[in-house]
């Protein structure tokens, strides 16, 4: 499986070079792992869909505080790391995570800089370990490259990821029995080392894999790849499921099936942009345009940090062509629609706390309050439904997306599928 980890340096990502058929076998190789999950997951599910019930029905209806959630991934710029620090302040963001590759254990010169930098400057880091096929095959690799990185990077961050989206082939693994060999020694160096871990990194609804490695494996920090960017819009749903009932559904997965109830970060989640060519890391069928791509943001954070059940949310990243909130392709650097909607976010959110959501046939409506300020995050639900929208306070002032005071009559306001901020008297 060696040639399965091509790297795209354009999409950062391997690209995929498993035959289907060759796919096939390796599956029908592992159906005892296969079998060992369902059992391993069956005891659970009646516990699990019980605590679901009692989140989903509680959800939203609870105050809670929202803190500082908002962080961006980010990658070793070397020259350009000066200007990706000063983007990350104009954005108001403190939390960063950096990526290091397993395969490129002699280069870490390139992540130090980059975490040297961003350390100087006051800025939190988390790291994330990516692996490859050769780490589970030779243990003896992963293993040195867990004790070079744990004890050279332990002075800039406290948090490292172990694994990357290892429930996709083409990163490499197979099932959860191999990523389990990559976690455990991991476990052990990271005591030894006094570091903390986050994990197991699963990307999308595939929550059926969290039972038997928390079972085994205690992380500090939970953590999923919670994209929802196949179904559009954040409130659409996937097999019946939308995103606040994936984030019940992961919530009461994760208390069952863990020791001690630990936190949860969504470490990776973006809308790969239309237009981008190889430069995005999915089909050109479900990418969208730049300005939904702003919507969609604001919209999956409110979704998120009102349930509750979210510590931290990483968008994946800051400086990307395909993807990110800034376009590289052309100097200057183009900063995108998501990149004010971001900044815009970070400024009304961070450190408020949500009080309720008004229930509405039109309209999403999440109420926050920031020291005195009572205001509200609100959205269209359907275009349908784009129009004059009559709220029950009377309002002071009106923020959209980007950051722009917007018109209105007293206690009125015109709603679109575009988040905007109400502030109420």
């Not at 005892?32 to 516990?47: E, Q, R, W």
């Not at 790391?81 to 104009?90: C, G």
């Amino acid at each position: 499986m060696k040639e399965t980890y091509r790297w795209n340096p354009y999409s950062d990502q391997p690209d995929i070079s498993i035959p289907k058929k060759k796919r096939f076998w390796h599956h029908l190789k592992r159906l005892g792992s296969y079998a060992s999950l369902i059992s391993a997951d069956i005891p659970k599910i009646t516990a699990i869909a019980s605590l679901y019930r009692k989140y989903w029905k509680t959800m939203y209806k609870t105050p809670c505080s929202i803190g500082n959630p908002f962080a961006i991934s980010v990658s070793p710029l070397g020259k350009k790391n000066a200007e990706l620090v000063s983007l990350l302040k104009e954005i108001r963001v403190s939390r960063t995570l950096v990526r290091v590759h397993s395969w490129d254990a002699k280069n870490l010169d390139h992540a130090e800089a980059l975490c040297h930098i961003l350390k100087q400057e006051g800025l939190d880091i988390s790291i994330a370990l990516l692996q490859e096929r050769q780490d589970v095959l030779n243990p003896t690799k992963w293993e040195k490259f867990l004790g070079l990185v744990f004890s050279r990077f332990k002075q800039y961050s406290s948090f490292f990821e172990i694994g990357h989206a290892w429930n996709r082939a083409k990163w490499g693994l197979w099932d959860y029995k191999e990523y389990l060999k990559l976690s455990r020694p991991a476990l052990l160096l990271a005591k030894k080392h006094g570091v903390r871990l986050v994990g197991p990194a699963v990307i999308d609804f595939e929550f059926h894999l969290y039972p038997p490695i928390l079972k085994e494996i205690s992380f500090d920090i939970v953590s999923s790849f919670l994209y929802v960017d196949r179904v559009g819009a954040p409130e659409n749903k996937q097999f019946g499921w939308n995103t606040s009932q994936k984030l019940a559904l992961l919530r009461a997965v994760v208390d069952e099936c863990s020791q001690n109830s630990p936190p949860i970060w969504i470490t990776e989640v973006n809308w790969p942009l239309k237009g981008t060519g190889k430069f995005s890391p999915v089909s050109e069928e479900l990418n969208v345009t730049e300005e939904e791509q702003a919507s969609f943001l604001v919209r999956y954070y409110v979704l998120c940090l009102a349930s509750g059940f979210v510590e931290r949310i990483y968008w994946w990243q800051l400086i990307a062509p395909g993807y990110g909130l800034v376009d590289s392709r052309k100097e200057p650097w183009r900063k995108r629609p998501s990149f004010y909607a971001f900044n815009t976010m970070v400024e009304h959110l961070k450190k408020s706390k949500f009080k309720r959501k008004i229930p509405h046939h039109r309209a999403e409506i999440y109420v926050f309050q920031k020291e005195q300020e009572i205001f509200a995050v609100v959205w269209a639900k359907e275009e349908t439904n784009w129009g004059e929208l009559i709220i029950p306070n009377e309002i002071k002032k009106v923020i959209s997306g980007d950051g722009k005071e917007l018109p209105f009559d007293k206690n009125k306001v015109w709603i679109d599928g575009n988040p905007c901020y109400v502030m109420f008297k």
